[in-house]
């Protein structure tokens, strides 16, 4: 907001501020542009370094929005180093396709939409994730792109999609950030006075506030990054903790209860009941053991697993689709693509 004077500054030997160097003027990367000083008309010069930046004969910007959609996408980027594209990082596997998606980016008028609708609709982003065996042994780590690993969900998409099935998800736009929810664990110096509701007004995940000290329990299981710097590449891990709070936090419990009262207000049969929920949370129909297994579980009525399956729900069967709405939340097809 103020723009202020500019200043040069020196360089640093070794990073060490007690040991300044030689006068550097202001410029925009030497590799690009050269070291020729900018023509700064007034201020600090921050308008013509965003020029520089966003400049049509500038080859880096549009290269690294592309990778880091890629990255974000299909789980590894073109040049696997999305933070880093100097000597330090890694080359980019495809740098023809990287070199294209760039050019389609800039012809679009930079519209990060269309070059996502451009790499989800390809072949590549639509690859099996079953591997080929001969082409596994030449590129085992799939540098070539030969098939689609699985991708883990962030957290933020997890805890959203809790709220599409539960039918909490408000798909309101904008508005004022809502307090998240304290846990009697978070403790500690400067703890907000506000405590958010469980399911944060079923918002989504970027609509709750973000505390440094008082971070999601959820969303820090699920490698949500600790806002303390940027992080262009996001951790992924897969440990006990994230089955673990499947199973116990109250927030997913509560998301199961409500999603087993969305299919008892159906008041479907107990099969086309299963067929609906496998759709909702897979997009797929449970194959015939899992349908079987399903049934058996629920145990709606006595009688044979046909005659249970044709059965409708009644009010106090609440309990046990709870258990199988928790369930399906728990199996790995949940928070994993394919």
């Not at 990255?71 to 696997?80: C, E, S």
């Not at 399911?199 to 973000?210: L, M």
Request: aromatic fraction near 8%; charge should be neutral; hydrophobic fraction near 40%.
């Amino acid at each position: 907001m103020m723009d202020g004077t500019g200043e040069d500054d020196y360089v640093l030997i070794r990073g060490n501020s007690s040991k300044p160097g030689k006068l550097e003027p202001r410029h925009f990367l030497t590799a690009i542009t050269g070291d020729a000083p900018m023509r700064i008309k007034a201020g600090s010069g921050r308008l013509e370094l965003a020029d520089h930046i966003n400049a049509p004969g500038n080859p880096l910007t549009s290269r690294v929005i592309v990778n880091r959609i890629w990255h974000y996408l299909m789980g590894r980027g073109i040049v696997p180093t999305t933070d880093d594209f100097g000597v330090l990082g890694q080359r980019p596997s495809h740098p023809e396709l990287l070199d294209h998606l760039a050019s389609e980016f800039v012809g679009d008028g930079q519209s990060v939409k269309r070059i996502i609708r451009r790499i989800v609709l390809s072949r590549t982003y639509q690859m099996s994730s079953h591997a080929d065996a001969a082409a596994m042994e030449a590129d085992p780590k799939n540098m070539l792109w030969h098939y689609r690993p699985p991708k883990r969900l962030e957290g933020e998409a997890i805890r959203d999609s809790l709220l599409a099935l539960s039918g909490r998800l408000d798909p309101k736009l904008f508005g004022a950030p809502v307090p998240i929810h304290l846990t009697p664990f978070m403790d500690g110096r400067g703890r907000p006075r506000t405590n958010g509701p469980l399911d944060g007004d079923g918002r989504r995940s970027v609509y709750i506030a973000v505390r440094r000290n008082f971070l999601s329990p959820f969303m820090l299981t699920f490698d949500s990054p600790v806002p303390f710097s940027t992080m262009g590449r996001r951790n992924v891990s897969n440990v006990p903790a994230q089955s673990l709070i499947l199973l116990n936090d109250p927030f997913v419990a509560s998301q199961a209860k409500k999603w087993a009262e969305r299919v008892l207000e159906q008041g479907a049969s107990v099969e086309a009941s299963i067929d609906w929920m496998y759709q909702s949370a897979f997009g797929r129909s449970p194959s015939d053991l899992e349908k079987q297994v399903a049934v058996d579980f629920l145990a709606i009525s006595p009688g044979t697993s046909s005659d249970r399956s044709s059965e409708t729900m009644r009010p106090g069967d609440l309990e046990r689709w709870s258990d199988f709405a928790h369930a399906l939340f728990n199996t790995k097809e949940f928070i994993f693509l394919r």
